[in-house]
């Protein structure tokens, strides 16, 4: 079954530093499986696609912006991707856009939600205090991952 895995927040509460990190983590286990990678113009944001066996993982970490994340959207499913983990602010059209998009691809529905969406709640001034929430939210990120292709 297909599925979205999306973390969602506030502007600046470090979704995409979180996602940067989670690249970082999924490299140093599986850059062997990576099959596309693109680094936005900003060298930032990425979009990044890893292959195990027959199953295509896609992560992008731009979702500030509808369009943003249906680029982002469109362009994972076009590389063929089973499972896709993303970010989308909290408010705003882009989780409506991912609602259409899983619905439309997926066969999202209130009986068959494939969207599973994770809170990223907390950045503070205090660098150790949002790296530790950082690292904590790669984490799970990273364990939702290793359970698909476990």
Same mark, same amino acid.
């Given at each position: 079954?297909?599925?979205?895995?999306?973390?969602?927040?506030?502007?600046?509460?470090?979704?995409?530093?979180?996602?940067?990190?989670?690249?970082?983590?999924?490299?140093?286990?599986?850059?062997?499986?990576?099959?596309? @990678?693109?680094? *936005? %113009?900003?060298?930032? $944001?990425? #979009?990044?696609? /890893?292959?195990? !066996?027959?199953?295509?993982?896609?992560?992008?970490?731009?979702?500030?912006?509808?369009?943003?994340?249906?680029?982002?959207?469109?362009?994972?499913?076009?590389?063929?991707?089973?499972?896709?983990?993303?970010?989308?602010?909290?408010?705003?059209?882009?989780?409506?856009?991912?609602?259409?998009?899983?619905?439309? @691809?997926?066969? *999202? %529905?209130?009986?068959? $939600?494939? #969207?599973?969406? /994770?809170?990223? !709640?907390?950045?503070?001034?205090?660098?150790?205090?949002?790296?530790?929430?950082?690292?904590?939210?790669?984490?799970?990120?990273?364990?939702?991952?290793?359970?698909?292709?476990?």
């Amino acid at each position: 079954m297909k599925k979205l895995f999306i973390l969602y927040g506030a502007g600046n509460k470090g979704k995409t530093t979180t996602f940067n990190k989670l690249l970082e983590k999924i490299n140093a286990k599986y850059l062997d499986k990576l099959v596309y @990678f693109s680094r *936005h %113009s900003n060298n930032i $944001d990425f #979009i990044a696609v /890893f292959q195990y !066996e027959n199953m295509r993982i896609g992560f992008y970490s731009s979702g500030d912006s509808e369009w943003e994340i249906s680029h982002n959207l469109y362009e994972l499913h076009h590389k063929q991707c089973d499972f896709i983990f993303g970010t989308s602010r909290t408010r705003g059209a882009g989780c409506e856009m991912l609602e259409k998009f899983a619905t439309l @691809f997926y066969g *999202h %529905s209130e009986e068959n $939600d494939v #969207i599973e969406w /994770f809170a990223k !709640e907390r950045a503070t001034d205090e660098d150790n205090m949002k790296d530790e929430d950082n690292m904590k939210v790669t984490k799970t990120l990273f364990s939702a991952m290793e359970k698909l292709i476990k």
